[in-house]
T-cell receptor, first 115, second 112 residues
């Protein structure tokens, strides 16, 4: 149980376009979802925390207008990278928490390459 | 933000040997967790230790926590080639449903 599905796994786009990444909890309702960013051979940096039906809370230094997060239901959160630029190229990973559990369940990540 | 350092950054061992990874953190915690990441994939939860615990075991994994030194260690015994991955510690200051802050990770390579 506790499977988190993330799509797409890999996306290549042109500079200036927008890219949407989906994160779904398949067999549980996620009380909270988190979006992380990871550069090659580095750790995960928390970008934002989202709760269903409310605005996401962004970490310091993360542009909320560039990284739009929508948490439409208890099983779906989306991250849209707007007007992507090459410096946005990175590995984006979503995770979800299940009620009363401290551990997180992670999606398999999305490798974004902006040309 | 990141919690702190993990060492070593990279570790190469032979199958059957033990691997020890260390993690330090900066702030007060509710619990500390260890995760594993295979290259280009998401993270998988390995083990959680609470702030009032000093040691925990799960299969070939042994985790220790020293809150006075703000440090933890992960020991993998009798390593296998399949243990090759990156290992991250992560801390939580609060209870369930809060974000985890990750350390920098240790890349473990186990050769057969």
């Amino acid at each position: 149980g506790a499977v988190v599905s993330q799509h797409p796994s890999r996306v290549i786009c042109k500079s200036g376009t927008s890219v949407k990444i989906e994160c779904r909890s398949l067999d549980f309702q996620a009380t909270t979802m988190f979006w992380y960013r990871q550069f090659p051979k580095q750790s995960l940096m928390l970008m934002a925390t989202s709760n269903e039906g409310s605005k996401a809370t962004y970490e310091q230094g993360v542009e909320k207008d560039k990284f739009l997060i929508n948490h439409a239901s208890l099983t779906l959160s989306t991250l849209t990278v707007t007007s992507a630029h090459p410096e946005d190229s990175s590995f984006y990973i979503c995770s979800a928490s299940r009620a009363s559990e401290e551990k997180l369940f992670f999606g398999s990540g999305t490798q974004l390459s902006v040309l | 933000s990141q919690q702190g350092e993990e060492d070593p950054q990279a570790l190469s061992i032979q199958e059957g040997e033990n691997a020890t990874m260390n993690c330090s953190y900066k702030t007060s915690i509710n619990n500390l967790q260890w995760y594993r990441q295979n290259s280009g994939r998401g993270l998988v939860h390995l083990i959680l230790i609470r702030s009032n615990e000093r040691e925990k075991h799960s299969g070939r994994l042994r985790v220790t926590l020293d809150t006075s030194k703000k440090s933890s260690s992960l020991l993998i015994t009798a390593s296998r080639a399949a243990d090759t991955a990156s290992y991250f510690c992560a801390t939580s200051a609060n209870q369930a449903g809060t974000a985890l802050i990750f350390g920098k990770g240790t890349t473990l390579s186990v050769s057969s």
